[in-house]
């Protein structure tokens, strides 16, 4: 956000309802422009906090043809399109994806909740937006840390018993009973077998198909019962 009063980049072609934005976002500076191409070669002088597009422009543009650009351009800017042009699936299409607006607003204009919009893009899109989607996904990270330590420490700590069962065994070992008393899949033990024989904690008598993938393994024979 701006350091003075935000920055709204309003691309706007007709001249009443642009008044009507000035009137209702009057304590912003408003930057307009009538096109698409002409709000992008605004860009060069100015770094807007909220992009407000209309749809339907001057020369023919569409505001919605512009809309990679503006987001190629200003990845981290809140663009709120408005249009009473657009159908249903062309509203769904703008709000989605990566070079999607962040609202789209019917005309006419409710310019209370348009004043709403505004304050929301601001308050909850650009840096404040970065910053959730990294805390996020830095609390996911952490997560996915946590439970894949959990689950190695419980893996490692399941086959130290098992080898304390099984150790000095020469015949094949009962899938399972293991499974049972372990309370984990027959494939799970399968693994854990096959990880105890590879690193040469068990002959390979206490499961004499440990090479083949656990996956392929028919998970309801009766291995060694």
Not at 35 to 56: F, K, M, N, S
Not at 71 to 94: F, K, N, T, W
Not at 102 to 110: A, R
């Amino acid at each position: 956000m701006s350091a003075l009063k935000p920055v709204i980049l309003v691309v706007e072609d007709d001249d009443d309802q642009y008044e009507l934005y000035e009137e209702t976002l009057g304590s912003f500076t408003l930057i307009r422009a009538r096109t698409g191409t002409e709000a992008l070669a605004c860009l060069g002088q100015t770094q807007p906090d909220v992009v407000v597009l209309d749809h339907v422009l001057e020369e023919g543009e569409r505001g919605l043809d512009f809309l990679p650009e503006f987001r190629e351009l200003l990845p981290h800017v809140p663009v709120i399109i408005v249009s009473g042009a657009l159908e249903v699936s062309e509203q769904l299409r703008a709000l989605q994806g990566p070079r999607r607006a962040h609202y789209c607003l019917p005309k006419p204009v409710d310019l209370r909740q348009l004043r709403r919009t505004v304050e929301e893009a601001l308050r909850e899109c650009g840096p404040s937006e970065v910053v959730r989607q990294f805390e996020a996904l830095e609390r996911s990270q952490r997560i996915d840390a946590l439970e894949l330590l959990s689950r190695s420490t419980d893996r490692l700590s399941r086959q130290n018993r098992m080898l304390g069962k099984l150790r000095g065994q020469q015949h094949r070992a009962n899938i399972s009973a293991l499974a049972r008393e372990f309370k984990v899949s027959r494939r799970t033990v399968i693994r854990d077998l096959q990880e105890m024989i590879r690193r040469g904690q068990l002959p390979e008598t206490v499961y004499p198909d440990w090479r083949k993938p656990a996956d392929d393994l028919d998970e309801t024979s009766e291995a060694g019962a």
